[in-house]
């Protein structure tokens, strides 16, 4: 994996050195994407720099060093991510007459290009990637993001200069870069708890879309392609929907997932997984151990908290399979040192508290691997998240009772103040008692009155009441598509919830976290589940392949059961979290209280300052549990602190 940066000023008279030496700065910000090797490339005619930071991978020699520049001397290239059948493309080069210098399939990736083009080489790709090309002959940058986003790239113009790179950071280097905060991106993250693309933190920088290119002229002249839409993945596959045999359907993805699993198992350093004894980690160890002929290198974190622990099945799994297994149980100490530490692994505000974890067991493996694959996805394609179980009880709910009732249900319920709810709850008996407090049933009152279930939906997401203006000037009426509306085919309620998820949830949150922390230690992080096949594979499926009798991840299950026995996997779905409200009440209160002063609040005008200041109130007096919220909220002024004063 690696970190790529750059910027292209037309028309500028900027010397050669002059150009090297502040794009140099510029990837050495991103030293931990890449900790092997650096390189520049630039033209001071053109005005155009690439810098690059290398994770060496596949090819470690200096035959895979970036930027590259292609045999012909028309093409270069700045290249973070792997692709997986570039052996393949090598081959169908090679017969067109290609002759390489290395074995890089940055080399295969850059000769494509050239030959066939952008469009039609990133169609083919198998993999996860962001690229930047240069064509020389027709003056053009293009920029290219997968069709998932587990890649980021960011770019726009700020004055006379277009910025590109893997991380905003890279741009603070250059003399020219002006950051200001983009508004829009703070209300959107306070609500969601991330930034959706194709917004950014800063003000005329663009977080690029997953599956889309775009192509920048010296006459500032932008041209953006969708190249892969999951919506339109999801409208055609749900249109030809056949009956299928339901052998058949396990047999095929386990048959799909075994190649994704293959494919992602090409490195030239050592390579393991994470596994959570979870579902998705599970079955992509069992898969990998299927096709390995050692012991593959397994990892997990365990913490002392019951609630949040899920070592002990890890272990069982591991031990099931034969892996070379390891395991660290997390003192709070652990995860609390990282917390100072986030806004600059981070780089944008992002407020997903299972980012801890994920770093400690990126850090965890890293000691003893450079790759790892991870089963993220899961849950997005195969229905795995309770809250779509939650929101087809609400659908029909809402079919059933009048819009009128539910109000007056609502107002009924909020009559009554979360600590009064709670003095409620705690009388009656343990069981029913355990997993609600005030706070639940006063969102749930937020739900009752909003026209259906897809509002819903989104009140069930959001981190704050959906009416409330969090930042001031930008209202409340926040959309996580982004205004972008979903096909009329995709009718069933779950399903709308899933492809949601996987335009908005996935990219911005999921895929955002996972690459980050694996990046914070120069670790490749890889997800078999999220190739594009296996996403494709999922929306073929009718829905009770996902979801049949109340259990989730059906399809995904059978595939699972034939290399673990169900007792070792069988039990609730537990989050992977940190008791991030118990922190905030103990040894993060002081760190908070700075940040949620009534003081840092108003400086930048970019917080409901009494609406925060209550919930910070309520949540220390243990009315509510307020976490995931005022998490959002010191994340983002942690953010600030770190990049912006």
Not at 562 to 588: A, D, H, S, T
Request: proline content about 5%; hydrophobic content about 40%; charged content about 20%.
């Amino acid at each position: 994996m690696c970190g790529l940066t750059g910027f292209w000023e037309p028309g500028a008279t900027n010397s050669r050195e002059q150009l090297e030496t502040t794009v140099t700065k510029m990837a050495d910000t991103l030293y931990k994407r890449g900790p092997d090797s650096s390189g520049v490339w630039c033209d001071p005619e053109c005005g155009i720099a690439m810098g690059h930071r290398r994770l060496a991978i596949i090819d470690l020699s200096t035959a895979g060093h970036q930027p590259m520049v292609s045999a012909s001397g028309r093409t270069v290239i700045s290249f973070n991510g792997v692709i997986y059948n570039y052996q393949e493309l090598r081959k169908e080069l090679e017969s067109a007459g290609i002759k390489f210098r290395g074995s890089s399939d940055t080399e295969v990736l850059l000769e494509a290009c050239e030959l066939w083009g952008v469009i039609n080489t990133t169609k083919r790709l198998i993999g996860m990637f962001a690229f930047v090309v240069w064509d020389g002959q027709q003056l053009k940058l293009t920029l290219v993001r997968d069709r998932l986003g587990k890649k980021p790239l960011y770019w726009g113009w700020q004055g006379d200069t277009f910025f590109f790179g893997s991380e905003c950071k890279s741009f603070s280097p250059h003399p020219s870069w002006r950051p200001a905060i983009n508004r829009s991106a703070v209300a959107v993250f306070l609500r969601y708890s991330y930034i959706s693309a194709p917004l950014s933190i800063y003000q005329n920088i663009k977080q690029m879309r997953p599956g889309h290119i775009v192509t920048v002229r010296a006459d500032r002249g932008i041209q953006e392609t969708c190249y892969w839409n999951v919506r339109e993945i999801a409208e055609n596959c749900i249109r030809n929907r056949t009956e299928l045999n339901e052998q058949d359907v396990v047999d095929h993805l386990d048959s799909l997932l075994r190649d994704a699993i293959s494919h992602r198992m090409i490195a030239d350093v050592p390579l393991g997984a994470f596994l959570s004894g979870g579902i998705d980690s599970s079955t992509v160890v069992a898969l990998m151990q299927a096709v390995s002929n050692q012991p593959v290198r397994t990892f997990s974190i365990g913490f002392h908290e019951k609630h949040y622990n899920e070592a002990s099945h890890a272990l069982a799994v591991a031990r099931h399979l034969g892996t070379d297994h390891t395991e660290f149980y997390v003192e709070p100490g652990h995860a609390l040192n990282l917390v100072p530490k986030l806004a600059e692994y981070y780089d944008e505000p992002f407020a997903d508290s299972s980012q801890l974890p994920t770093l400690l067991v990126s850090e965890l493996a890293r000691y003893d691997v450079t790759v790892a694959l991870s089963g993220d996805g899961g849950d997005e394609l195969f229905a795995g998240y309770n809250r779509y179980m939650i929101a087809r009880r609400l659908d029909h709910f809402f079919s059933v009772m009048p819009a009128m009732m539910r109000t007056g249900i609502a107002s009924c319920l909020r009559g009554i103040s979360p600590l009064m709810w709670n003095r409620i709850i705690a009388l009656l008996p343990k069981p029913r008692s355990m997993s609600i407090d005030g706070g639940k049933i006063h969102r749930l009152a937020n739900i009752l009155p909003v026209k259906d279930f897809e509002q819903a939906s989104r009140v069930l997401i959001s981190q704050w009441p959906i009416d409330a203006e969090l930042t001031p000037g930008e209202g409340a009426g926040l959309d996580v598509l982004n205004g972008e509306l979903l096909p009329d085919a995709v009718e069933d309620v779950i399903e709308r919830l899933q492809l949601i998820d996987q335009i908005s949830y996935l990219p911005g949150d999921i895929l955002t976290k996972v690459d980050r922390a694996s990046m914070a230690y120069s670790l490749e992080l890889r997800g078999p589940l999220l190739d594009h096949r296996v996403v494709e594979f999922a929306w073929s499926l009718p829905h009770s392949y996902k979801l049949r009798n109340g259990i989730s991840k059906w399809c995904l299950r059978q595939v699972l059961y034939r290399y673990v026995p169900r007792n070792l996997i069988e039990r609730p779905k537990m989050g992977f979290g940190v008791p991030i409200g118990e922190w905030l009440r103990g040894p993060l209160r002081e760190w908070a209280e700075e940040l949620l002063s009534e003081h840092a609040l108003a400086q930048d005008n970019l917080y409901n300052v009494p609406l925060v200041r209550r919930y910070w109130d309520e949540h220390q007096r243990g009315v509510c549990n307020w976490q995931y919220a005022l998490w959002n909220v010191l994340m983002a002024q942690a953010w600030q602190a770190r990049w912006m004063h």
